[in-house]
């Protein structure tokens, strides 16, 4: 176990010994990864990409991908089954779609103290501003704002938090 620690701690730009990566976890570009005290990623996620970095207390649940450039606070909890996804295909006519250079709108980019409920998708050029919730089975296609409460597809502030 100890290997398997040093052997993470070695490959990323920062790792602290606090941390927590399941074996079943998959990081791909562990050198574009920066992570804070604590951080913790359960099984069957993973993380890829250009640039991938998070603060303190930084929870990924089970089944999470996060893929492309992503930017966390501290105190961030994504529970299962949810995707970050800054990049995707070209979707231009004439091309095949697999063969067209990968597109973003942006970093995606999550405040501190923020929740992100089961089975959400956020995608690019997003950002997230502290404190927010977003609710299960949300799709956030566009910037929610600080203390919110957002939920659905597209998710949108229904409150905001008291
Ligand atoms: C977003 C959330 C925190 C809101 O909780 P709440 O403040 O108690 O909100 P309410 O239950 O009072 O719901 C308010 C309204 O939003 C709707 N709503 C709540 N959550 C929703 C969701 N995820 N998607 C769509 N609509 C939702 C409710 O139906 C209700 O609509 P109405 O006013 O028309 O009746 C909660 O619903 C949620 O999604 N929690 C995430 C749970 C989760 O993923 N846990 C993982 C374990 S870490």
Known sequence: MA??????????????????ISPFAKIYHK?????G??????????ISGKCFKC???????HGCHLFGDISIGSHVRLAPNTCLISDYYGIKKGLI????????????????????GANCVVLSGVEI???????????V????????IAVGNPAA??????
């Open 3 to 20: 290997f398997y620690f040093l052997s993470f701690r070695a490959l990323f730009k920062k790792l602290t010994v606090t941390s927590y």
């Open 31 to 35: 050198r574009n990864v920066s992570v």
């Open 37 to 46: 005290n604590r951080f913790d990623i359960k099984s069957g996620s993973s």
């Open 55 to 61: 603060e303190d207390m930084v929870s990924i649940g």
């Open 97 to 116: 779609i697999f063969s067209q250079p990968g597109v973003s709108k942006g970093r995606i980019v999550i405040g501190s103290d923020v929740w992100i």
């Open 129 to 139: 501003g502290n404190g927010a919730v977003i609710g299960a089975g949300s799709v």
């Open 141 to 148: 296609t566009k910037d929610i704002p600080c203390y919110a």
């Open 157 to 162: 502030p229904i409150k905001y938090r008291e």
